[in-house]
């Protein structure tokens, strides 16, 4: 037995290695005793196990695979069903053994056995549950089947599926009540009433908006008022956020080590960091908090590009505005498996990158905070708030950033970055603009940020004692 352990196991069975081993004993003895029986049978046991290998291997048994997610997509830490349904389409086989692989981040991979107990109609089905504490987009399967000969000689394994893409997306953080509604309220209704003289046909009215199509101009209101007038169709609108999400490598990779890479056995890391998890965790919960309150969402990054059009996640990469249940849910998968863009420094490169950046360098080569995102903001003017979720970024950034607070009812940035306290001089910035500022760092609540935008720097001052303390307890 010790040494059948240490032979192929991909090729046959210790039965089939047991008749290999007993035939070519037999024509050794049959070789050395000049007998012709034991040559009969020296061959036999030979080719037995030969014919049975070539046998499974050219006329190999069928399956289709059916897989299903529940539900099809999961948040972080929860846990999703994942059924198998297998059905035999090709000849029979003897013995098969199945088994679903994972990322390594999973787990073990589970193995069953085909035909399983329940199998009805020839199809087998199984059922098992996973979890994940990282967001991302994971091949799940295939599934392999190792099968044996009707005798029990010979082994195969191959791959019956291709596998299917779990999509594990941020988990929203529940975030207090806060103005950041504004002059629209926190119920993200707005009543816009704009009636002209009482005309012929009664026509509610509003004034022109960039965009409008002049098939909707009211000649007779505008003569009376003397400016452009629309028919207004609707009296309720919805109000509008705008999201920014500064996704460069540069923004968030200071410090040493922070920034990690598909690296991974799985081929699933994303290339990433502490303090743009904390973003992503931010742009998730703000918009789960806006979408109750009926919001409508654009979401840009700091080119003012959509904010999307790099994640292989997003259902729509060019899609810019969202809205209703369906928008959060394009926006949860959207973030899925987002990650850092721009060039990807070495960790003794990134000090000379940090002092570029500082000195008003870019080193990604691409604009940010320019007329692309301001134009962009322009043309929803005053239309709701705009929260920009930032990286590390320069005073010629935030200066370049602060006059886009001009162009929303109210305007919020939150700075993450490992160094808080350093970030005063774009903090002031961005005040002067119109901002209002924050800075924070990965080990920041997200609630207590969120909550800075009313009460100030005492709620930040409490949340940090509150981390200090529970550092000294670990310790």
């Known amino acids: ?13 210790s039965r089939g290695w047991g008749l290999l081993a007993a035939g070519t004993l037999s024509l050794l003895c049959a070789q050395v005793m000049g007998r012709r029986d034991l040559l009969g049978l020296g061959v036999l046991l030979v080719v037995l196990p030969l014919i049975a290998l070539a046998g499974i291997r050219l006329v190999k048994p069928r399956f289709r695979v059916y897989r299903e997610f529940s539900p099809a997509t999961v948040e972080t830490a929860s846990a999703t069903t994942v059924r198998l349904a297998v059905a035999r389409t090709g000849p029979e086989a003897g013995r098969i053994i199945m088994e679903e692989r994972l990322p390594s981040r999973f787990g073990e991979s589970p193995a069953f056995r085909f035909p399983s107990r329940s199998a009805s109609g020839g199809t087998s089905r199984y059922e098992y549950r996973l979890r994940s504490g990282k967001r991302g987009q994971f091949t799940i399967g295939p599934v392999t089947a190792e099968f044996t000969d009707p005798f029990g000689l010979s082994l195969h394994r191959h791959t019956i ?40 046909d009664d026509v509610m009215t509003r004034e022109y908006r960039h965009g409008d199509p002049m098939r909707r101009v009211h000649w007779p209101a505008t003569a009376r008022h003397g400016a452009l007038m629309v028919r207004q169709e609707e009296s309720v609108t919805t109000p509008e956020a705008t999201i920014i999400l500064d996704q460069r490598f540069g923004a968030h990779s200071s410090g040493f080590g922070s920034v990690f890479s598909g690296s991974g056995d799985d081929g699933n890391d994303l290339v ?47 899609c810019e505005e969202y809205s209703g249940a369906a928008g959060l849910q394009s926006i949860a998968e959207s973030l899925a498996a987002i990650q850092l863009s721009g060039p990807h420094h070495l960790r003794r490169e990134q000090h000379d990158t940090s002092l570029r950046e500082h000195s008003g360098g870019s080193e990604s080569g691409q604009s940010v905070f320019d007329d692309r995102l301001i134009d962009k903001l322009a043309a929803h003017r005053m239309r709701g708030p705009v929260l920009a979720v930032l990286g590390r970024i320069s005073l010629a950034e935030a200066r370049a950033l602060a006059p886009a607070a001009g162009y929303a009812a109210n305007a919020f940035a939150i700075v993450i970055t490992d160094r808080p306290a350093e970030s005063s001089e774009v903090l002031e910035a961005l005040r002067l603009g119109g901002w209002r500022a924050v800075s924070v760092d990965a080990a920041t609540s997200l609630p207590a940020a969120w909550t800075y935008f009313d009460e100030g720097d005492a709620t930040l001052a409490a949340a940090a004692a509150d981390v200090r303390r529970g550092a000294e307890v670990t310790r």
């Open 1 to 13: 037995m010790a040494l059948l352990d240490h032979l192929p196991r991909h090729l046959f069975t």
């Open 161 to 200: 599926d291709d596998g299917d893409t779990l999509t594990v997306t941020p988990a929203a953080v529940e975030l207090p009540v806060t103005g950041l509604a504004g002059a629209r309220g926190n119920d993200g209704i707005t009543a816009t009433r704009i009636r002209a003289n009482p005309s012929d």
């Open 272 to 318: 990433t960091s502490d303090t743009f998890e904390w973003a992503v965790t931010a742009a998730m919960s703000v918009s789960a908090h806006l979408s109750e309150r009926n919001y409508s969402l654009r979401f840009l990054d700091a080119a003012g590009d959509p904010a999307f059009h790099r994640s292989p996640s997003a259902p729509e990469p060019d």
